[in-house]
């Protein structure tokens, strides 16, 4: 079946470190997103890449960075320059009709 | 700068009855509108999705309808079931600049509880 694998579901982060988040797709979509979500703010798009070797930042992009060197996999690095990163992380694809999401990273600060 | 509000944050209701759940937006100028469904702890699963050119999907005992002039949409649930308890999500695509449609901006959902 296609869709969108993200790993691992939990991750714990100590200060001063950089964690790298996968997102993996198989849907052949050209656009891929990551969002964040945390309680009572909703979703707020982090980056996003329309195209492979093309990215750009959405609304909330400080702190974090991207690759995007394969079609099929747009992984996220929560840098030790972003000050609150606990949060559920989720990456999406889309294709000109609708978004498909993951099933979320967790990421916890220890 | 769009945005999106969900009304109400929260509903309970009890198993078997119907409900509406309301989202508007600011910008009328949209590419299309997506329901989603999420669980606790998970990821974000479609519901409907209605071009900005539709006014109405349907699938099972859920309908989603779309007033583009107005910047209104609700999705209706039939019957509802225990099953049905999660948080639902508005979410509008736009056009973004040179044409292209990137752009998915959330309500922040209504968390819906039916009772058995």
């Known amino acids: 079946d296609g869709g969108i694998t993200q790993s691992p579901k939990y991750l714990f982060r100590k200060e001063g470190q950089n964690v790298t988040l996968s997102c993996e797709q198989n849907l052949n979509h050209d656009a891929m997103y990551w969002y964040r979500q945390d309680p009572g703010q909703g979703l707020r798009l982090i980056y996003y890449s329309q195209i492979v070797n093309d990215f750009q930042k959405g609304d909330i992009a400080e702190g974090y960075s991207v690759s995007r060197e394969k079609k099929e996999s747009f992984p996220l690095t929560v840098t030790s320059a972003q000050k609150n990163p606990t949060a559920f992380y989720l990456c999406a694809s889309s294709m000109p009709g609708g978004y498909t999401f993951g099933s979320g990273t967790r990421l916890t600060v220890v | 700068k769009q945005e999106v509000t969900q009304i109400p944050a929260a509903l309970s209701v009890p198993e078997g009855e119907n409900l509406v759940l309301n989202c508007s937006f600011t910008?009328?100028?949209?590419?299309?509108l997506q329901w989603f469904r999420q669980d606790p702890g998970k990821g974000l699963t479609s519901l409907l999705l209605?071009?900005?050119s539709q006014r109405e999907q349907t699938s099972g005992r859920l309908n989603a309808s779309l007033d583009k002039s107005s910047g209104r949409s609700t999705l209706y649930i039939a019957a509802s079931q225990p099953g049905d308890s999660a948080t639902y999500l508005c979410a509008v695509r736009e056009w973004g600049s040179g044409g292209s449609n990137y752009k998915l901006t959330f309500g922040k959902g209504t968390l819906l509880t039916v009772n058995p």
């Open positions: 209605i071009q900005s």
């Open positions: 910008d009328s100028a949209i590419y299309n």
